[in-house]
């Protein structure tokens, strides 16, 4: 019998996060620094709405865009807290998880050959998503000395005659690196001088924690060019609803609800209408998670520098990106033994991409008491080490 499987399913690689959650499994006393996933409950008056429309029968198909009341939500609240103005009724569509916008994205807008520049190290999804549509990613290194930031240099060196896009994440998972204001408005001229877009996943946007997030389609020149996608997932701890959204000028929007329309429909109205409720009523709690965040981060940030791993400190998201090079030990060595002997997950940094090597990925999504603890089992590990 032939083998069934599509070459494109067999080049793209397995998860290197789940990869070492699935380590963890079975094995007592662990603690997980390696999935990023808050901690925190969703808060109840969101659960609230969402049960109550069930109650009351609310459990049909929503319009393809959306549900109408979340998306003029959003459009209002993308206007007031990052000065982007978009049409609900064209601008806007609704998925199921940023993960799904990611991916309608990039499959709207690349053709067999296209080369799209992807932030290295970036989340895992992203390369393998432009590899399904027969595009190229091509990988752009954001290093520790520049603060996992974009340069213009390294960002001019990647482009070719065949770059049609960039898709960047800030705050970055895996670094917790921001972009500034003027850290784009330093790309910007490039994007626009050789006719690119901006594939912009925000998703830990409410997660920054020095200053104001800049989303790039704020910036004039480059509205037009920019794809703005987001979610519920992190700020409003509500992984599990599935619900993101993707906004981008009306012909890009049209083509990416096309897909949407043949491959998911719509995202669950159960969650859309939570989604609504966060907007309206969760405020408080969420600026109570990253107030906890901001702590956790401190502790633990200061926790890897005394211990001998030297650490930046992350400006957003929910992760630290620790240089792991003076313990003489590879990212893959070190998360191994780690999990082996000091019963610590985290992930490596190469899992993330070939910039990453040399780092590992620490999740502090987890109780002070956990990050106390993980940071003294790594202080023991270490210790061993150098």
Known sequence: MRDFVSEKARIIPHSGIRKFFDLCMGMQDVISLGVGEPDFSTPWNICEASIYSIEQGVTTYTSNRGYPPLREALAADLARRYDLSYSPESEIIITTGVSEAADIAIRAVVDPGDEVIVQDPA??????????????????????????KVTPDALMERITGKTKAVLL????????????????????????????????????????????????????????????????????AMTG??????????????????????????APVMGQIAAYAALRQAEQDKNEMVREYRLRRNLFVEGLNRIGLRCHMPEGAFYAFPSIEATGLTDEEFAERLLKEQKVAVVPGSAFGESGRGHIRCSYATSRENLSLAVERMGTFVSGLI
């Open 123 to 148: 989340y895992v999804s992203y390369a393998p998503c432009v590899t399904l549509t027969g595009g190229k990613p091509v990988p752009l290194p954001c290093r520790e000395k520049d603060l996992f």
């Open 169 to 236: 994440n800030f705050p970055s998972n895996p670094t917790g690196g921001v972009m500034t204001r003027d850290d784009y408005r330093a790309i910007a001229d490039i994007l626009v001088d050789r006719d690119l877009l901006l594939i912009s996943d925000e998703v830990y946007s409410e997660l920054t924690y020095e200053g104001a997030h800049c989303s790039p389609a704020s910036i004039p020149e480059l509205r037009e060019r920019t794809i703005t996608l987001n979610g519920f997932s992190k700020a409003y």
């Open 241 to 266: 609803w599935r619900v993101g959204y993707l906004c981008a000028p009306p012909a890009i929007s049209d083509a990416a609800l096309k897909i949407h329309q043949y491959v998911m429909l719509c």
